[in-house]
């Protein structure tokens, strides 16, 4: 939804290996790798990053925080004075301390303030992400 919105590129951070289907085999895997603080291979990299001055960073929220494989992407570029925009599907805690991770990570990165999304809502965002983007990017 938010590449139709705003007519932007889409790059999906993918790990080389792939997470279980079912919910609960994969929040486990999510939560043994934040204990291991784990930096999943990536399928792909993004190889014109410096093309690009705003990232509208999409990703669940796992356990408080980004999916370990969102720190490898955002580990594996230089964020310097680019804007990333945060937002997160969830299950009841909302963007937890994903923005702060985010911004400790990117420290000379402008982050602007989230979107979270419950996951139950998600197939039918598009009217909170117009509203947010449409805000947020003023």
């Known amino acids: 939804m938010v590449k ?4 932007g590129d889409l790059f999906q951070i993918d790990t080389v290996k792939k997470y279980p289907i079912d919910y609960h085999e994969a929040t486990d895997v999510a939560q043994k790798e934040l204990r291991e603080k784990a930096r999943p291979e990536l399928i792909e990299e993004l190889l014109n990053m410096e093309e690009y001055d705003t990232i509208i960073l999409g990703y669940p929220n796992w356990w408080g925080t980004i999916p370990m494989a969102v720190y490898t992407f955002l580990e594996s570029y ?15 805690s909302g963007l937890g301390h994903s923005e702060k991770d985010i911004q400790k990570l990117c420290p ?6 989230g979107l979270a999304i419950h996951g139950t809502n998600a197939a039918n965002a598009e009217k909170d992400l117009l509203k947010w ?5 003023k």
């Open 4 to 7: 139709e919105i705003t007519d």
């Open 78 to 92: 230089d964020f310097s004075k680019k804007t990333i925009i945060p937002f997160c599907t969830h299950e009841g």
């Open 108 to 113: 000379n990165s402008k982050i602007l303030k």
């Open 133 to 137: 983007l449409k805000d947020i990017v």
